[in-house]
């Protein structure tokens, strides 16, 4: 989980960009471990977010923007530590909505 951790900490301050461009950063995340369909930063990137930090760690990833996407990977715990990806709901939690 180290090396989780060390890649994520090393895109902070990493953010959408204002206005009509996009942060290549955020594009590059998508690009990289294939997630289709993200062609800007104006969206919801958590989950692309932690997929490329999983992926560039070379850990299991759920390969999905949506957050809940997340729910159908590794095991479910009671008490979280350092690494572990922790999703919350929108709505319900029966929704697709989630963060």
Not at 19 to 41: F, H, M, Q, R, W
Not at 53 to 58: L, P, R, T
């Amino acid at each position: 989980m180290e090396a989780l951790l060390k890649i994520a900490f090393n895109e902070l301050g990493t953010e959408e960009t204002v206005g009509n461009e996009d942060n290549p950063e955020v594009l590059k995340y998508a690009n990289e471990v294939g997630i289709k369909g993200i062609t800007s930063d104006e969206i919801a990137w958590c989950s692309t977010f932690v997929n490329w930090v999983a992926w560039k760690a070379g850990l299991q990833h759920s390969g999905k923007a949506n957050a809940r996407s997340w729910l159908n990977v590794g095991e479910k715990v009671t008490t979280p530590e350092p690494g572990d990806v922790v999703v919350f709901w929108r709505e319900s939690p029966q929704s697709w909505k989630g963060h």
